[in-house]
């Protein structure tokens, strides 16, 4: 069994970014910006958002944190969203979710310049991903098609079955698999599906985005197969200094006993997630060079 080390692919990815950073300043261009917004306090939105400014910093970026108070309104959040959208001195940005419950979230994800959406949230990327066209790819469906290309994991023609539809993991992964130069046969499960189990046992490469601790069980799965595991949940443990064990979707010890390839949690998705992010904003950055003729 091999373990897809998503922190030494992502360490790899940051290093390439930053090379490109070291090019575009020796050409006296201005290096990338991205900017992350947070809304109130939410433990662990402020985790992400720390570990996004931090990879920021590692590749040479310049990174903004705008920290609104919980208390702020839909308005004064689409006016910030404007003033971003209007900086030219930024190349994109991401609104951490989520969002108190008094703001609707779809109308913010709507609000984002498309070209600036290095999260891929909005439709128009979802939309132009779906139809094969030059779009930005949410940062952790990007994260896993770039593991499995580079870890060779072959996709032509074998069965997918990805578990959970959200609109950030399971649905675009779904879209990914099937497209042209991946190839997959996909079938996409979620909470309504019958007979999961059945379904799994038939997968090559299994994509788990559900959230809920150990639910992919060795019996789930067959001989030689590829799970990606995405899920993420705090699970209290009083053993731990922090009160909390990270768990993943999948029960590692059945699952690795039949599987040629799998993700650890932590450390196989998660921090592909935000190397993928800072890689959205370095392709914004190349893009606006591009339209500009800098
Ligand atoms: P979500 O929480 O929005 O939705 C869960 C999905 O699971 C739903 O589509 C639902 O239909 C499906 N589901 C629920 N019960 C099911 C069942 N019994 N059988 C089949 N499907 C079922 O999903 P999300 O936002 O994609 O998050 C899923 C997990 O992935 C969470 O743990 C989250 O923290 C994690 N996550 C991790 C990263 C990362 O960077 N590693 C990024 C995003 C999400």
Do not use: W
Not at 93 to 122: M, R, S, T, Y
Not at 168 to 184: A, C, E
């Amino acid at each position: 069994m091999i373990l897809l080390d998503g922190k030494k692919i992502s360490n790899q990815i940051k290093d390439e970014i930053s090379q490109e950073v070291t090019v575009l300043k020796q050409q006296g261009k201005r290096t990338p910006h991205l900017a992350a917004v947070l809304v109130g306090n939410d433990g662990a939105s402020l985790t992400y958002v720390g570990s996004k400014v931090k990879a920021c910093e590692r590749v040479g970026f310049t990174s903004s944190l705008i920290h609104l108070p919980e208390n702020t309104t839909e308005e004064s959040l689409l006016l910030k969203i404007d003033e971003l959208n209007n900086d030219d001195t930024l190349d994109g940005f991401i609104v951490q979710l989520p969002l108190p419950k008094h703001i609707d979230e779809q109308k913010i994800l709507l609000a984002v310049n498309p070209k600036k959406d290095v999260d891929g949230f909005h439709p128009e990327n979802f939309g132009r991903m779906a139809l094969d066209m030059e779009s930005y790819i949410p940062a952790t469906p990007f994260g896993i098609m770039e593991m499995l290309k580079r870890y060779r994991v072959e996709t032509s023609g074998k069965h997918t079955v990805v578990i959970g539809r959200s609109h950030i993991v399971g649905r675009p992964m779904s879209i990914l698999m099937s497209q042209k130069g991946i190839d997959s046969t996909v079938t996409l499960t979620h909470s309504r599906t019958k007979n999961l189990a059945e379904i799994t046992r038939q997968a090559d490469i299994i994509i788990i985005a559900l959230g809920k601790p150990e639910f992919l069980t060795g019996d789930m799965v067959k001989k030689g197969v590829t799970v990606i595991d995405v899920g993420i949940t705090r699970v209290p443990d009083n053993t731990k200094a922090k009160g909390y064990t990270i768990k993943g979707d999948v029960d590692f010890d059945s699952v690795s006993r039949k599987a040629d390839f799998l993700t650890p949690v932590p450390g196989g998705v998660g921090p592909m997630t935000i190397a993928m992010l800072l890689k959205n904003t370095l392709i914004a950055r190349q893009r606006q060079l591009k339209e500009n003729r800098e």
